[in-house]
């Protein structure tokens, strides 16, 4: 049977011929008749040029032809390959060469670096902007190609500890049940509601672009291209029934910026991707009314693991409010979360383990690394490498991310990535990197440096890291230490680490 995530578009426009479908700011761009014929032309160019399966890299900053190129690489029957447009051409590069890609779209900021990249298999790198888009944006439409549950849909490359992205196989199946799991646990979109696409499409936000567009929803993507508050404002004076997708340090922002603006055109902030302080959380509640959601996913089972909705915000006569505002709330429908053991055994409330999940979100495996799917999959569960508890009501509670990944304005950041670069350097012997709390961006990067003879100049070490890794990646700062604390199988204990930074050890490279 044929199940193409592409039909909610073709349904949409059906039903909503005239209703807006994509705007960039306050300017309407599209209606659901117009954009889904100008997707089926770009599908046609697609058709004409690649074969069914085959990948499409997309390495663009927030612009309205991510919402084409999406909608029209799954019409043609091609996956799509959203990355990261803030990582460094090198990264860049290994992605699109393991993905396998055939076509790669940039936009016109992004393209100088993308243009000259030789990758295996790859014909051409796109200029959303250029001549050569509104070619293949000129053949006569297409019908939707026929796709199967499990095929491919969308690539979403996460980096794990050993250092190298791999590549998430979310299929139409994975991305219609998060869909559905949106309209179920999240919130109801009306024809005529509005995403404002804040943070970057190629994550988040992008795949709250699905929900509404199945529900004839408009997006709307900034004039920025990014996030700024007084933006924002600005739009929620334009447009209502608002969603904005946002990481806690966004939220944060929200909340500081002095603009006294209407907000009755913001009908809710969904937010995820990191920590939530409870105090910063009654701070938005304060200002914006019962219009938060909390939602926790990771890129293997993305944006549905557990939800924290707009109904328990507001129950604030609960005995356990407070407990239920640090959680992340409890399993969406359909999915089932379990914390277990370290044999995969399910533990009592309240104890700790790891978090594990199943369900039709979760991936359908690791692109071409069955190694990395065997174990992160085994016995059907998804072992998300978090740690929390869960409540006898079913909340869940994050401790800790096992992987040590570091969430930097809602940005992750693998410290393994980080330490193989710097450990280049001739002057470091050996390197351990953590988070560090910020009131700004969540965390910020901490490299612990153990010299070989004289410590390394800084200005040295943050030369390699912007030569190799993308900017946001580069530690603030570098603490240089006679040596690494380890544990007994030399396993370095980045706990001691942050409780070095948290008494202010170690002095700076």
Same mark, same amino acid.
């Given at each position: 049977?044929?199940? =193409? !995530?592409?039909?909610?578009?073709?349904?949409?426009?059906c039903i909503h011929p005239q209703r807006p479908a994509l705007a960039r700011g306050e300017r309407l761009l599209a209606s659901y008749a117009e954009l889904a014929t100008h997707v089926g032309r770009l599908a046609a160019g697609l058709a004409a040029r690649l074969k069914p399966n085959?990948?499409?890299?997309?390495?663009?900053?927030?612009?309205? #032809?991510?919402?084409?190129?999406?909608?029209?690489?799954?019409?043609?029957?091609?996956?799509?390959?959203?990355?990261?447009?803030?990582?460094?051409?090198?990264?860049?590069?290994?992605?699109?060469?393991?993905?396998? %890609?055939?076509?790669?779209?940039?936009?016109?900021?992004?393209?100088?670096?993308?243009?000259?990249? @030789? /990758?295996?298999?790859?014909?051409?790198? /796109?200029?959303?902007?250029?001549?050569?888009? %509104?070619?293949?944006?000129? %053949?006569?439409?297409?019908?939707? @190609?026929?796709?199967?549950?499990?095929?491919?849909?969308?690539?979403?490359?996460?980096?794990?500890? +050993?250092?190298?992205?791999?590549? /998430?196989?979310?299929?139409?199946?994975?991305?219609?049940?998060?869909?559905? =799991?949106?309209?179920?646990?999240?919130?109801?979109?009306?024809?005529?509601?509005?995403?404002?696409?804040?943070?970057?499409?190629?994550?988040?936000?992008?795949?709250?672009?699905?929900?509404?567009?199945?529900?004839?929803?408009?997006?709307? /993507?900034?004039?920025?291209?990014?996030?700024?508050?007084?933006?924002?404002?600005?739009?929620?004076?334009?447009? $209502?029934?608002?969603?904005?997708?946002? @990481?806690? +340090?966004?939220?944060?922002?929200?909340?500081?910026?002095?603009?006294?603006?209407?907000?009755?055109?913001?009908? +809710?902030?969904?937010?995820?991707?990191?920590?939530?302080?409870?105090?910063?959380?009654?701070?938005?509640?304060?200002?914006?009314?019962?219009?938060?959601? #909390?939602?926790?996913? #990771?890129?293997?089972?993305?944006?549905?693991?557990?939800?924290?909705d707009k109904a328990l915000h507001a129950d604030v006569a609960h005995p356990r409010y407070e407990q239920r505002l640090a959680s992340v709330g409890h399993a969406f429908t359909g999915v089932e979360v379990r914390v277990a053991d370290a044999d995969d055994q399910p533990l009592p409330?309240?104890?700790?383990?790891?978090?594990?999940?199943?369900?039709?979100?979760?991936?359908?495996?690791?692109?071409?690394?069955?190694?990395?799917?065997?174990?992160?999959?085994?016995?059907?569960?998804?072992? +998300?490498?978090?740690?929390?508890?869960?409540?006898?009501?079913?909340?869940?509670?994050?401790?800790?991310? $096992?992987?040590?990944?570091?969430?930097?304005?809602?940005? =992750?950041?693998?410290?393994?990535?980080?330490?193989?670069?710097?450990?280049?350097?001739?002057?470091?012997?050996?390197?351990?990197?953590?988070? #560090?709390?910020?009131?700004?961006?969540?965390?910020?990067? !901490? @490299?612990?440096?153990?010299?070989?003879?004289?410590?390394?100049?800084?200005?040295?070490?943050?030369?390699?890291c912007l030569d190799n890794i993308a900017r946001f990646k580069r530690p603030k700062r570098y603490v240089v230490v006679d040596s690494l604390p380890k544990n007994n199988t030399g396993k370095v204990l980045k706990t001691r680490l942050r409780e070095l930074l948290a008494t202010g050890?170690?002095?700076?490279?």
């Open positions: 049977m044929s199940v =193409n !995530i592409a039909q909610l578009l073709v349904r949409a426009a085959d990948r499409v890299g997309l390495v663009m900053k927030n612009c309205p #032809q991510y919402v084409e190129l999406m909608f029209a690489c799954w019409h043609a029957g091609l996956a799509a390959v959203p990355i990261n447009a803030k990582l460094h051409p090198k990264e860049l590069e290994f992605i699109l060469a393991d993905s396998g %890609a055939r076509l790669c779209f940039a936009t016109a900021d992004l393209y100088p670096a993308l243009a000259p990249l @030789a /990758v295996t298999g790859m014909e051409q790198v /796109v200029d959303v902007d250029g001549p050569d888009y %509104a070619r293949l944006c000129a %053949a006569a439409p297409v019908a939707v @190609a026929s796709r199967a549950a499990d095929d491919a849909a969308w690539l979403f490359y996460t980096s794990g500890t +050993t250092g190298r992205p791999k590549g /998430v196989t979310l299929t139409h199946r994975n991305v219609m049940a998060a869909i559905l =799991n949106y309209s179920s646990d999240v919130d109801s979109i009306a024809p005529g509601d509005a995403i404002i696409h804040a943070a970057p499409m190629s994550h988040g936000s992008g795949f709250y672009m699905l929900p509404h567009v199945a529900r004839g929803g408009l997006n709307v /993507v900034t004039e920025s291209g990014g996030f700024d508050p007084a933006e924002i404002f600005s739009l929620l004076q334009v447009h $209502s029934g608002v969603t904005l997708f946002a @990481a806690p +340090t966004m939220v944060k922002r929200l909340v500081d910026h002095p603009a006294d603006a209407d907000t009755s055109g913001l009908k +809710t902030i969904v937010y995820g991707g990191g920590p939530m302080y409870v105090a910063d959380c009654k701070a938005a509640l304060r200002r914006f009314g019962f219009k938060l959601v #909390q939602i926790y996913g #990771q890129g293997e089972s993305p944006m549905t693991i557990t939800c924290l409330a309240g104890e700790i383990g790891e978090v594990l999940v199943r369900g039709d979100v979760v991936m359908a495996g690791y692109w071409n690394n069955p190694g990395a799917s065997a174990e992160t999959l085994r016995d059907g569960w998804l072992h +998300t490498g978090d740690v929390g508890s869960m409540d006898e009501d079913g909340f869940l509670t994050l401790k800790d991310r $096992s992987k040590d990944v570091i969430i930097s304005g809602g940005s =992750n950041i693998y410290p393994r990535e980080v330490e193989e670069v710097l450990l280049r350097h001739s002057a470091v012997s050996e390197v351990s990197v953590v988070g #560090q709390a910020d009131p700004e961006w969540g965390e910020i990067v !901490i @490299a612990f440096i153990v010299p070989r003879g004289a410590a390394p100049d800084s200005a040295e070490l943050d030369a390699l050890g170690g002095s700076p490279a």
